[in-house]
């Protein structure tokens, strides 16, 4: 597909294209292979993590009755808030979304869908007597840090109340699941925000039960080897 849309003339103005123009810069840091390898991250980063996320929030909420009732009470009150009850959502809205954002970072937090986060050290650096050499790749495993009873109370527990009156849109060091710093994912507010549309959307117009699947298997990421069935019908209004 790169070979073909390099020798096409026709333009798509898409991130293929861009990708394309960078590389045939002087004074790029891209080439082909590193072009390459950025789509297929695109794929992994843009889809898979989301697509995840949301199914395990929804196994998640469906195996806690009192999660589901709590972000029932928060959408309907958004609901009875609005002017026109049918109007779709608002920045505001979705910002007022507290508790749905305390389950959003409870989900990531248990399921740790990025098995590792890569880092280079550009320098020495030392860690409890140990020295990690300036040019040596570190695998961050966010895991080793959310499933700490060192860090958290109970972390096989789902519980998006260990979340409340915390910090709930940047990492730490003790949560990591859209890494931190600097080099915090870019996409994590928008993930956040598809996460948080898929909830409101099936808790205030669905009823749903899950029939079949749910096992979960890391391979190294997140994989539901006979998916996850549900069976799912529309609310009546009142």
């Not at 390459?36 to 697509?51: G, K, P, R, W």
């Not at 409870?106 to 740790?112: D, F, H, S």
């Amino acid at each position: 597909m790169f070979k073909k849309r390099k020798a096409s003339k026709t333009p798509h103005d898409d991130f293929l294209d861009y990708l394309l123009k960078e590389v045939e810069q002087e004074d790029t840091l891209l080439n082909e292979q590193i072009a390459i390898d950025l789509i297929f991250a695109l794929l992994f980063a843009s889809h898979e993590t989301t697509s995840s996320a949301a199914t395990l929030a929804i196994k998640l909420i469906s195996e806690h009755p009192d999660v589901l009732e709590e972000l029932m009470k928060e959408h309907e009150a958004i609901l009875k808030a609005r002017d026109e009850g049918e109007s779709g959502l608002t920045w505001q809205e979705y910002k007022s979304m507290t508790f749905t954002h305390m389950v959003i970072n409870e989900t990531v937090r248990l399921t740790n869908i990025v098995p590792g986060i890569f880092r280079k050290a550009v320098t020495d650096v030392e860690i409890k007597g140990y020295t990690i050499p300036a040019g040596w790749m570190v695998m961050v495993v966010p895991a080793a840090i959310h499933l700490s009873t060192d860090k958290y109370d109970n972390p096989l527990r789902f519980n998006p109340w260990r979340w409340e009156g915390q910090e709930l849109h940047a990492g730490s060091k003790t949560f990591m699941a859209f890494g931190g710093g600097i080099r915090l994912c870019v996409g994590a507010d928008f993930a956040k925000l598809q996460l948080a549309i898929v909830i409101h959307h099936m808790v205030t117009k669905y009823r749903w039960s899950v029939t079949k699947g749910g096992s979960i298997l890391r391979k190294p990421a997140l994989i539901f080897p006979d998916g996850l069935h549900i069976e799912i019908s529309k609310k009546q209004k009142c």
